[in-house]
């Protein structure tokens, strides 16, 4: 991994304000819509779902690795390590410190892979003339697999009833079996205490999106959501804040629920702060956004898996989110777009048995 080529405070200055307005939020990004909105299947038992076709955690070591040797503009860093002694990494991009940074959060629940798979693909892309120019004006920060004893299936409790094949199972907890996105208070987990520690409390961030997913049966209007968003909901949040986050999810909206593929609901979350999209917001003053993605790549309860044949536009679903982000935020496009969805966005509908998963 390189050395720090730049230094940067420990806490960047806030930015101001930039009015530039981008009418043009859509981005081409040569995705091929499917038949229907969300309508990857359900697992019901019908395929085998096969964890080997997912990146292990050496394997995702490796990639971050050549890419960091290949990209100049990225560094990369080891924050700390999960209860098993696995390295937990951030991917930087610092191009200037009053640069606006966002930054990107996957696999708290290390069943939850597919938002990882995405965002190595960004990774890559942000080194190619994919995202030429994009950089001069955005830092990003991307911390990919947050929990990779759970992505391992490494745990110190049975997975015994757990659907999926292939070379191991994944779970929702750490490997000392408690839920890392209900620690964002008490910070009792390593995984935990390093992002907060060495990334949140390191670097001025004014926006950040927490990628999850969820059961695989939710639906609005009567048709499955491809993934439902939502803003902080704690009273502990300033409203400026809360409208730094809103503005984030219209611009996901936007880009999203436009495709063939895409169909978004509101998520019906919590207001506690012990959950990174509630936490994160109230202590460091970050717009934060949660994502969650439709269907999980390994449970005990087949409601929770998604097909296999739902992947692909899992995967282009993360891409599309991050990308258009990183857009809006270098141009400026998020401080000006317009909110307005959120007043008319329904809340998404589960079905029974179906329990929260952020």
């Known amino acids: 991994m390189k050395n720090d080529s730049q230094q940067f405070p420990v806490r960047m200055l806030k930015k101001g304000t930039c009015i530039v307005a981008g009418s043009a939020l859509f981005l081409g990004l040569g995705l091929v819509p499917a038949n229907a909105v969300g309508n990857g299947p359900d697992f019901n038992g019908n395929e085998t779902i096969n964890t080997s076709i997912l990146h292990t955690h050496e394997s995702m070591a490796a990639?971050?690795?050549?890419?960091?040797?290949?990209?100049?503009?990225?560094?990369?860093?080891?924050?700390?390590?999960?209860?098993?002694?696995?390295?937990?990494?951030?991917?930087?991009?610092?191009?200037?410190?009053?640069?606006?940074?966002?930054?990107?959060?996957?696999?708290?629940?290390?069943?939850?892979?597919?938002?990882?798979?995405?965002?190595?693909?960004?990774?890559?892309?942000?080194?190619?003339?994919?995202?030429?120019?994009?950089?001069?004006?955005?830092?990003?920060?991307?911390?990919?697999?947050?929990?990779?004893?759970?992505?391992?299936?490494?745990?110190?409790?049975?997975?015994?009833?757990?659907?999926?094949?292939?070379?191991?199972?994944?779970?929702?907890?750490?490997?000392?079996?408690?839920?890392?996105?209900?620690?964002?208070?008490?910070?009792?987990?390593?995984?935990?205490?390093?992002?907060?520690?060495?990334?949140?409390?390191?670097?001025?961030?004014?926006?950040?999106?927490?990628?999850?997913?969820?059961?695989?049966?939710?639906?609005?209007?009567?048709?499955?959501?491809?993934?439902?968003?939502?803003?902080?909901?704690?009273?502990?949040?300033?409203?400026?804040?809360?409208?730094?986050?809103?503005?984030?999810?219209?611009?996901?909206?936007?880009?999203?629920d436009r495709t063939g593929w895409g169909h978004l609901g509101k998520y019906v979350g919590g207001t506690a702060n012990t959950i990174a999209r509630n936490g994160i917001a109230a202590e460091y003053g970050i717009s934060t956004l949660l994502f969650e993605m439709r269907g999980m790549s390994d449970h005990s309860n087949p409601d929770y898996v998604l097909g296999q044949k739902s992947n692909g536009y899992l995967r282009q679903q993360t891409i599309l989110t991050l990308e258009s982000t990183i857009k809006a935020v270098a141009d400026g496009s998020v401080e000006t777009i317009d909110t307005s969805m959120w007043d008319s966005l329904p809340e998404q509908e589960r079905l029974p048995g179906e329990a929260d998963d952020e």
């Open 63 to 256: 990639e971050l690795e050549k890419q960091d040797a290949k990209q100049p503009a990225m560094e990369l860093e080891v924050i700390g390590e999960s209860v098993k002694g696995r390295d937990l990494f951030l991917a930087k991009y610092l191009s200037d410190p009053d640069n606006p940074t966002i930054m990107f959060l996957t696999q708290q629940h290390g069943n939850e892979q597919l938002t990882t798979e995405g965002t190595l693909e960004v990774i890559k892309h942000l080194g190619s003339g994919r995202m030429k120019g994009v950089l001069e004006n955005v830092n990003i920060l991307i911390v990919p697999m947050l929990n990779p004893d759970g992505a391992m299936g490494d745990v110190d409790f049975p997975l015994d009833d757990y659907i999926a094949s292939g070379d191991r199972h994944l779970t929702r907890y750490n490997a000392n079996n408690q839920d890392i996105n209900r620690d964002h208070v008490a910070k009792t987990q390593p995984e935990i205490q390093a992002l907060h520690n060495n990334v949140l409390s390191t670097y001025d961030i004014d926006y950040m999106i927490d990628l999850h997913h969820q059961g695989a049966r939710s639906g609005v209007d009567g048709k499955l959501v491809s993934g439902s968003i939502l803003y902080p909901t704690t009273p502990d949040v300033s409203e400026e804040v809360r409208e730094g986050s809103k503005r984030l999810g219209a611009v996901v909206y936007q880009n999203v």
